[in-house]
């Protein structure tokens, strides 16, 4: 007669306890291979992000008051007389019809996008400051900006010049500086390419001109149509300067674009030199800069600390995140409190990058 053997209830339950350690352990590894794989590609997203939004402001806050063979003379007509907007140009008009981006008090300032006719201030190609939430900053051409953010403004033309023989292809949607030593005109691309005072345009270049404000606003991506939930995330953008192909020269306008995607902050600090000695003496913020500080740019300003805070673009539960965060961008600090939906669904990354001015003191 043969005999059977079965497994006791102990044995039974040492073995479902066996299992279940295992079943647990390969889970636990599995979810925290997962948790890895999600960190890993969450810090290259954060650190992609935080370097191109670095690249696109260093790259304009270097070349800030670049007029090619023009730099180093102040850009107004009434303090040089060699500076001219050519023909019937009316930055006045631009201003009344496109809501052009300049400080609050114009008649205090110089810094629209051109210069001001026969105005006695120097002309202001840089400025910062932040966004607040009444706040009509810079005619409140950037009234959606994101508060407590910061943002910059910048004008210059572009490193890459042409001269007048070569006959440049010149885009009518662009305005252009026409430049020599002591001697500037601006015109638009639709013009044809204008004469100094003596009747000619020899020994001259031709860049083209810009006017850049970097700020933040925040877009919504996604909508729950469950509870009406709106998912956004902050986007750095950027307002330029262009006109319609056949429109006049006085027509021209500031278009915003979106550059990139989930940069929540940014702040600047400003090295500047008051005794001209080329070195540094300080690194302040918009906020202790005064009026004359940023008329006289020029002459002061030699580099600018850059700080971007970058935030993954959609939000994903961290459990083990238990801990209120802060940042610090140079002029201010951010925080986020251990509950919060910043804290608790979101990495952050912060990068800086210090950028000197190439022509910084050129005469």
């Known amino acids: ?34 948790e890895t794989i999600h960190d890993a590609s969450e810090r290259s997203e954060l650190q992609e992000n935080a370097r191109l939004a670095l690249d696109l402001l260093a790259r304009d806050i270097q070349m800030a008051g670049y007029w090619g063979k023009y730099t180093g003379n102040n850009f107004n007509s009434s303090l040089t007389g060699h500076f001219k907007l050519d023909g ?3 930055p006045v008009a631009m ?26 201030l120097p002309f202001m190609f840089i400025w910062s400051g932040t966004k607040r939430n009444k706040d009509k900053v ?15 403004q910048i004008k210059r033309t572009l490193a890459q010049q042409f001269r007048p023989w070569m ?12 430049s020599r030593e002591n001697e500037a005109i601006l015109f638009a691309g639709n013009d044809s390419i204008p004469s100094f005072n003596d009747g000619t345009n020899q020994n001259s270049l031709i860049g083209e001109y810009q006017h850049h404000v970097y700020f933040i606003e925040h877009e919504t991506i996604q909508k729950d149509s469950k509870n009406s939930r709106k998912l956004t995330l902050p986007v750095l953008k950027r307002k330029y300067l262009f006109k319609n192909k056949s429109a006049a020269r006085s027509e021209g306008r500031l278009r915003s674009q979106p550059l990139v995607e989930g940069i929540a902050n940014m702040g600047f600090l400003f090295g500047m030199d008051r005794n001209q000695d080329g070195n540094v003496d300080s690194f302040d913020s918009a906020s202790n800069l005064t009026l004359t500080d940023w008329q006289n740019a020029h002459e002061q300003l030699v580099a600018v600390k850059i700080f971007v ?14 801990a209120s965060l802060k940042f610090d961008l140079g002029n201010k600090v951010v925080k986020f409190g251990k509950n919060s939906l910043e804290a608790k ?3 952050w990354l912060v990068m800086s990058r210090t950028v000197k001015r190439i022509n910084y003191n050129q005469d």
């Open 309 to 322: 805070l970058s935030r993954t673009l959609l939000p994903r539960l961290r459990s083990s995140r238990n």
């Open 138 to 152: 810079l005619n409140d051409c950037i009234g959606k900006a994101k508060h407590g953010t910061d943002f910059i």
């Open 88 to 90: 019937t140009f009316n």
């Open 167 to 178: 006959k440049p292809s010149l885009s009518h949607s662009h305005y252009y500086l026409l």
């Open 95 to 120: 201003r009344a019809k496109s809501n052009d981006c300049y400080f609050s008090h114009i008649d205090s300032s110089n810094n629209a996008t051109f210069s001001q006719n026969n105005s006695p």
């Open 345 to 347: 669904s979101y990495a």
């Open 1 to 34: 007669m043969k005999q059977y053997y079965a497994f006791s209830l102990v044995e039974l339950l040492i073995g479902v306890l066996v299992s279940t350690i295992v079943f647990t352990s390969v889970i636990n590894v599995l979810i925290a291979n997962d």
